[in-house]
Structures are given as structure tokens and as C-alpha cells.
């Protein structure tokens, strides 16, 4: 039980009404609201049709689900796309990119365990 000093916890976050900045810095065209808990990172990201990822990996396995758009992922020596209402999963340390489609902007959740993060290491790595 919290004391009446200790300031309440925050428990449902708006990400349309959050700030929007760049979510992987220059490595990503994306760009969207995010939150970090305890153990995982969240974000709601979205993509300008035709641009996307330069080739990356992170340490932390990363969740994707698709909500408008497609996105073009190469991983692992494989082209695939990932239209809306489908799941992509990046298991770590598997470089990829991942670009929306010409036709549409992309637009996707994301969630990533910080483990890595919290050891210190970088969240992004360019390859």
C-alpha cells in the first residue's frame, strides 16, 4: 500500500496522445510513442510507405504485430512479408530490416525484452 507521500503509479498509457519520436534512432525511419517497464519495452510505431530499417539486430527477443500496412522484413536470408493483423517475432541477435511496403504506411506494436538493456549492453545494433 503506498504511503500518502509516495506518488501514485501510472497504469494506462494513450500512445496517440504521447510524444512521437524516432524509435531507433538513425537506424529506423520509424517513428511512434513507446513505454519501458520493469522487463519489457512497448511501442506503437509507424512507418511512411517505402521506408523502413537499415540492417540491425537487438539482443532482446522483438515482437511486432501489424495494424495497417505491410511490412517487407528480410531476415535471416529470407523476404517475407508481414501483412496487417499478423505477428512477426525477431528472436535475438537475428539481423533483419523491416520496411513498409509502397502502397501503404506501416503501422505496428512492438514489444522487446530489455534484458540486455538492463545488463548494459546497447538495445540496437547496426550490422
Known amino acids: 500500500m503506498l504511503s ?3 506518488p501514485k503509479r ?3 498509457y494513450d500512445f496517440h496522445n504521447m510524444k512521437k519520436e524516432a524509435t531507433l534512432g538513425k537506424t529506423s525511419t520509424g517513428e511512434g510513442s513507446s513505454f519501458t517497464g520493469e522487463r519489457i519495452y512497448c511501442g506503437l510505431v509507424t512507418k511512411k510507405r517505402g521506408t523502413g530499417s537499415k540492417p540491425h539486430y537487438h539482443p532482446d527477443e522483438t515482437f511486432n504485430y501489424v495494424l495497417q500496412g505491410t511490412l517487407k522484413v528480410n531476415m535471416d536470408g529470407q523476404e ?3 501483412p496487417k493483423g499478423c505477428l512477426l517475432h525477431i528472436p535475438p541477435n537475428v539481423a533483419h530490416t523491416a520496411v513498409a511496403t509502397d502502397d ?5 506494436l512492438v514489444w ?11 538495445t540496437t545494433v547496426e550490422v
Not at 501503404?104 to 505496428?108: E, I, Q, T
Not at 522487446?112 to 546497447?122: F, L, N, S
Open 4 to 6: 500518502p507521500r509516495e
Open 10 to 12: 501510472q497504469y494506462v
Open 80 to 82: 517475407f512479408l508481414v
Open 104 to 108: 501503404a504506411d506501416a503501422v505496428y
Open 112 to 122: 522487446r525484452d530489455i534484458a540486455a538493456e538492463k545488463a548494459g549492453k546497447p
